[in-house]
């Protein structure tokens, strides 16, 4: 059984920082392509940043140069670091592996990112 556990959101003002962490358990870690969702009230949950297999890295326009998605195979976990957040990077921040032998996608619970202006 899959399963993904974030942490790290929070509260912080406008200009902070968070890293945001995803804990990956029962699979083969490098198996999987990774990403960071987000999700704001009355909105479509959207792409943030891709990770694939062999390093390479993709991100939404609007955090390209302030997010960076990276991942610690020692530690099953891949994070998200998260500079000079703005107001509207308030959302639910969801982790996604996505099995490269499966093609089955896997989904953790969401961490809160609150930013204040």
């Known amino acids: 059984q899959v399963q993904l556990v974030e942490s790290g959101g929070g509260l912080v003002q406008a200009g902070g920082s968070l890293r945001l962490s995803c804990t990956v358990s029962?699979?083969?870690?490098?198996?999987?392509?990774f990403g960071w969702y987000r999700q704001a009230p009355g909105k479509q949950r959207e792409l943030v940043a891709t990770?694939?297999?062999?390093?390479?890295?993709n991100y939404v326009g609007t955090v390209q140069g302030r997010f960076t998605i990276s991942r610690d195979n020692a530690a099953n976990t891949v994070y998200l670091q998260m500079n000079s957040l703005k107001p509207e990077d308030t959302s639910v921040y969801y982790c996604?592996?996505?099995?490269?032998?499966?093609?089955?996608?896997?989904w953790g619970r969401g961490t809160q990112v609150t930013v204040s202006s």
């Open positions: 996604n592996a996505r099995s490269t032998w499966t093609n089955r996608d896997y």
């Open positions: 029962g699979s083969t870690f490098n198996m999987f392509v």
């Open positions: 990770l694939n297999r062999d390093g390479s890295t």
